[in-house]
């Protein structure tokens, strides 16, 4: 059975249709929640469906990435096995909802998001929450330094989209941490498109043509971060990031856990290799897909699956029929 073995070493390129399965469920489930201003109440159904789906995906996963110590959300924890056990070793990064907070105010762009890529090949973020992100699409991908002040990248991201800086449009987090860059962004003569949370669907935006959106700067989360990068490695755009303690305390753990505040993490820096998956279901309706949509005893999602190594992007649109798939009522 050796010659079984390079086969199951690697994830198998079957594996991104059946991982959007697992999206799919958290964001039925968390579908019945917006709007209904309850963040965790739709964060824990969202993490029930997906682990019980995740577990009959053809994988040895170990969750690397699993979100809830910043926002104090239930979790698909780190180190938590998942996966069927028999297919390839992988490290599986998982947002069950990137956007609770849109997701109970029924705001945009709210998604139930995984990346999956080869064990090891993921970077460690504990320890420090927030990063600073500059997200573009393959255009500008090779040119772009966040080092350089946000207003140079702007026009670096004008020039090689063939744009008047007055057309390019950056998205930013809503934050008042971001007052100085909004303001330095304004300055130059670009747009703005705020967003009140999910940086992981704002990343993306980015990096994808047509959207009217060429950029994204600022600071978020760091798990968002490396699931933005796999993202990144299947659309040919770039992020990169550095890491940004909110105080002193954070900062000493940051430097204690081994983290080099200065350096500059790459795409590359963030998942390593290229053989990666990403999937995303939209929960509510936003740029990149429609939310969850209900008829009588069924519901429709639209999701978005990315692999890496071919550079697929393929839009799925599901029509499911609840009475035949129980597990998903979970709001009773
Ligand atoms: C960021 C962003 C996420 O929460 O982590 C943000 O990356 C949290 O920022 O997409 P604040 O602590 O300032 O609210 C999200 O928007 C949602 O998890
Ligand atoms: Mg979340
Ligand atoms: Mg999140």
């Given at each position: 059975?050796?010659?079984?073995?390079?086969?199951?070493?690697?994830?198998?390129?079957?594996?991104?249709?059946?991982?959007?399965?697992?999206?799919?469920?958290?964001?039925?489930?968390?579908?019945?929640?917006?709007?209904?201003?309850?963040?965790?109440?739709?964060?824990?159904?969202?993490?029930?469906?997906?682990?019980?789906?995740?577990?009959?995906?053809?994988?040895?996963?170990?969750?690397?990435?699993?979100?809830?110590?910043?926002?104090?959300?239930?979790?698909?924890?780190?180190?938590?096995?998942?996966?069927?056990?028999?297919?390839?070793?992988?490290?599986?990064?998982?947002?069950?909802?990137?956007?609770?907070?849109?997701?109970?105010?029924?705001l945009?762009?709210?998604?139930?998001?995984?990346?999956?890529?080869?064990?090891?090949?993921?970077?460690?973020?504990?320890?420090?929450?927030?990063?600073?992100?500059?997200?573009?699409?393959?255009?500008?991908?090779?040119?772009?330094?966040?080092?350089?002040?946000?207003?140079?990248?702007?026009?670096?991201?004008?020039?090689?989209?063939?744009?008047?800086?007055?057309?390019?449009?950056?998205c930013v987090l809503d934050r008042p941490r971001h007052d100085?860059?909004v303001?330095?962004?304004?300055?130059?003569?670009?747009?703005i498109k705020f967003i009140q949370d999910g940086d992981?669907?704002g990343?993306?935006?980015?990096?994808?043509?047509?959207?009217?959106?060429?950029?994204?700067?600022g600071?978020?989360?760091?798990?968002?971060?490396?699931?933005?990068?796999?993202?990144?490695?299947?659309?040919?755009?770039?992020?990169?990031?550095?890491?940004?303690?909110?105080?002193?305390?954070?900062?000493?753990?940051?430097?204690?856990?081994?983290?080099?505040?200065?350096?500059?993490?790459?795409?590359?820096?963030?998942?390593?290799?290229?053989?990666?998956?990403?999937?995303?279901?939209?929960?509510?309706?936003?740029?990149?897909?429609?939310?969850?949509?209900?008829?009588?005893?069924?519901?429709?999602?639209?999701?978005?699956?990315?692999?890496?190594?071919?550079?697929?992007?393929?839009?799925?649109?599901?029509?499911?029929?609840?009475?035949?798939?129980?597990?998903?009522?979970?709001?009773?």
């Amino acid at each position: 059975m050796d010659h079984l073995k390079p086969a199951e070493a690697a994830p198998d390129r079957n594996l991104a249709l059946d991982l959007v399965r697992v999206t799919e469920a958290g964001a039925m489930a968390a579908g019945r929640w917006v709007g209904r201003g309850d963040k965790n109440g739709a964060d824990g159904v969202a993490v029930n469906a997906m682990r019980s789906m995740i577990n009959t995906v053809a994988m040895n996963g170990v969750v690397v990435i699993g979100e809830g110590e910043k926002d104090d959300a239930p979790m698909l924890y780190n180190g938590e096995n998942v996966g069927d056990g028999t297919g390839p070793e992988c490290d599986v990064a998982v947002d069950p909802i990137d956007g609770t907070t849109l997701t109970a105010k029924s705001l945009p762009n709210a998604i139930s998001v995984m990346a999956v890529a080869p064990r090891g090949s993921m970077y460690d973020p504990s320890a420090v929450y927030y990063m600073e992100k500059l997200i573009t699409g393959p255009e500008a991908a090779d040119k772009v330094d966040i080092r350089l002040p946000a207003a140079e990248n702007i026009s670096i991201v004008a020039k090689a989209k063939g744009l008047d800086i007055e057309d390019v449009t950056v998205c930013v987090l809503d934050r008042p941490r971001h007052d100085a860059l909004v303001n330095e962004i304004r300055q130059t003569g670009a747009r703005i498109k705020f967003i009140q949370d999910g940086d992981v669907a704002g990343g993306i935006t980015a990096a994808r043509p047509g959207s009217g959106v060429d950029l994204l700067l600022g600071i978020g989360g760091t798990p968002e971060g490396i699931i933005t990068a796999v993202a990144m490695k299947c659309l040919g755009g770039v992020i990169q990031a550095r890491l940004t303690p909110v105080d002193d305390d954070e900062r000493q753990r940051a430097i204690d856990a081994g983290h080099d505040l200065d350096r500059i993490l790459h795409t590359e820096d963030l998942v390593t290799g290229d053989d990666c998956f990403f999937v995303a279901t939209g929960i509510t309706t936003g740029n990149l897909m429609r939310g969850v949509r209900y008829g009588a005893g069924s519901a429709t999602t639209e999701s978005i699956v990315m692999r890496s190594r071919s550079g697929t992007i393929r839009t799925i649109r599901s029509e499911h029929q609840l009475h035949k798939l129980a597990a998903f009522s979970t709001i009773d």
